[in-house]
T-cell receptor, first 111, second 115 residues
Framework: EDQVTQSPEALRLQEGESSSLNCSYT??????LFWYRQDPGKGPEFLFT???AGEEKEKERLKATLTKKESFLHITAPKPEDSATYLC????????????FGSGTQLTVLP | SQTIHQWPATLVQPVGSPLSLECTVE??????LYWYRQAAGRGLQLLFY??????ISSEVPQNLSASRPQDRQFILSSKKLLLSDSGFYLC??????????????FGPGTRLTVL
C-alpha cells in the first residue's frame, strides 16, 4: 500500500526566511510525484509533477526536488501570499492513475 | 482552456436526508473523473473514479455512490446521509495522453455539513 508522509505538519516563517517542506513516500514503483497548493476553503491548485530521482522544477519562489524516497519543496524568500497548505501526492503504476495524498504542511508566512 | 465546476458550494443537510453533488468539466472530452473527500486537517481520500460514461470504480465502502450520466458530468449521491459524511468534497479531472502519468486538476469543492 502506498504511503505518503509530510513534515512538518505546520510551519511558521518570517517573510524572507527560506525553508523546506518534506514529503517521504513508499510506493512499489513511482509513476509521478505531485505538489499542490491549497488555500482555505478552495480546491488544490497544481504546482509540479516530478517523475524521476534527481529531477528539479521551479516556479517563482518554489523549487521541488525528488530523490528515490522523498521530495522537498524549497521556498526561497517567502512572502505572506505563499501562506497555504502544501499537499504532496504519489501516483503508482499499478493503479488507474489514482493519487495517494499526504496530510499536508500548513505554511504561514508572517509579514 | 479547461474549467471544472462543482455545486453547490456549501450544503447543510440533516442526518438521513439524501445527497446529490454535481461536477462538470468544460473544454475537454473523455476525461477521467474523480471524487475525493477531505476531512478537517487531513489529506484527500479518493472515493470514486471514472474512466468513461457509466464506468465507476469505488475505492472506499460507504453509503455514497457515484454516477457518470454524460461524458463530462460526475455526480456523487447518497440515499441517507450520516454524520460521518461531513467534509469537503472535491471533484477532479485528468486526461490520459499515453504518457506515463497524467495530472489531476481539482474543482472548487463542496463543503458538506451533516447535522
Amino acid at each position: 500500500e502506498d504511503q505518503v508522509t509530510q513534515s512538518p505538519e505546520a510551519l511558521r516563517l518570517q517573510e524572507g526566511e527560506s525553508s523546506s517542506l518534506n514529503c517521504s513516500y513508499t510506493v512499489s514503483g513511482l509513476r509521478g510525484l505531485f505538489w499542490y497548493r491549497q488555500d482555505p476553503g478552495k480546491g488544490p491548485e497544481f504546482l509540479f509533477t516530478l517523475y524521476s530521482a534527481g529531477e528539479e522544477k521551479e516556479k517563482e519562489r518554489l523549487k521541488a526536488t525528488l530523490t528515490k524516497k522523498e521530495s522537498f519543496l524549497h521556498i526561497t524568500a517567502p512572502k505572506p501570499e505563499d501562506s497555504a497548505t502544501y499537499l504532496c501526492a504519489v501516483q503508482d503504476p499499478g493503479s488507474a492513475r489514482q493519487l495517494t495524498f499526504g496530510s499536508g504542511t500548513q505554511l504561514t508566512v508572517l509579514p | 482552456s479547461q474549467t471544472i465546476h462543482q455545486w453547490p458550494a456549501t450544503l447543510v443537510q440533516p442526518v438521513g436526508s439524501p445527497l446529490s453533488l454535481e461536477c462538470t468539466v468544460e473544454g475537454t472530452s473523455n476525461p477521467n473523473l474523480y471524487w475525493y473527500r477531505q476531512a478537517a486537517g487531513r489529506g484527500l481520500q479518493l472515493l470514486f473514479y471514472s474512466v468513461g460514461i457509466g464506468q465507476i470504480s469505488s475505492e472506499v465502502p460507504q453509503n455514497l455512490s457515484a454516477s457518470r450520466p454524460q461524458d463530462r458530468q460526475f455526480i456523487l449521491s447518497s440515499k441517507k446521509l450520516l454524520l460521518s459524511d461531513s467534509g469537503f468534497y472535491l471533484c477532479a479531472w485528468s486526461v490520459y495522453r499515453g504518457e506515463s502519468t497524467d495530472t489531476q486538476y481539482f474543482g472548487p469543492g463542496t463543503r458538506l455539513t451533516v447535522l
